[in-house]
């Protein structure tokens, strides 16, 4: 990251413990969001109350985060929804999102991804037309609404990581090779470190 080393505090060392249980390693991002771990901490916790109580499905949110990722450029995001897009969709089809394509999807997954582009690029520029193909997909409001949420907490999320952070070495190694060739945009992920410990 491009930021020092943020002060050390109890709630900074969990959510480093959390990375480390998860993936290995302490996450880039989660360095840079703990100069406030308050404010990641609640942050997770709005996606949480989204995502849990949402009507739309694991499948259905990842397409939305990584259709929005890329069209944000930003790498870090798009590595890894990317590889968790692949285990729903495939490798290919998932690679395909990242290069702003829907080949692969199915009707409803490429409706998601074209909302999640739209409102990711020019949010003030769709119409009750651009509403009508959600719903022909059979998306309710209830799901567009929460589908539009998802898509501006990722905005917000990728905006901070991509103006302070590289991608992690670890996590572009564990992406399908599909998608690691097609994230050809925004920053290179940052060099190697050692598991379990906050990257130099």
Do not use: K
């Not at 709005?46 to 109580?53: F, I, M, N, P, W």
């Not at 990722?69 to 290919?92: F, N």
């Not at 992406?175 to 920053?187: D, I, K, Q, T």
């Amino acid at each position: 990251m491009f930021l020092s080393d943020p002060p050390a505090s109890d709630l900074a060392e969990a959510l480093y413990d959390e990375d480390r249980e998860s993936d290995g390693y302490v996450m880039n991002a989660t360095r840079l969001w703990c100069w406030r771990p308050d404010v990641l901490q609640a942050f997770f916790g709005v996606r949480s109350v989204l995502s849990d109580g949402s009507g739309l499905s694991r499948a259905d949110q990842a397409v939305l985060s990584a259709a929005t990722a890329a069209a944000r450029s930003d790498s870090y995001c798009a590595l890894a929804w990317g590889t968790r897009l692949a285990r729903h969709v495939g490798p290919e089809a998932a690679a395909e999102v990242m290069n702003g394509s829907d080949e692969g999807l199915d009707p409803r997954a490429a409706v998601l991804a074209g909302w999640a582009r739209q409102v990711a690029v020019d949010p003030g520029a769709t119409t009750p037309a651009d509403i009508s193909r959600p719903h022909e997909a059979g998306l309710t409001d209830q799901q567009i609404f929460e589908a539009t949420m998802l898509i501006a907490w990722r905005m917000a999320f990728t905006a901070v990581n991509a103006a302070l952070a590289q991608p992690d070495a670890p996590l572009a190694e564990a992406a399908p090779a599909a998608v690691r060739a097609a994230v050809s945009y925004g920053r290179p992920p940052a060099g190697a470190h050692p598991a379990g410990a906050p990257p130099a």
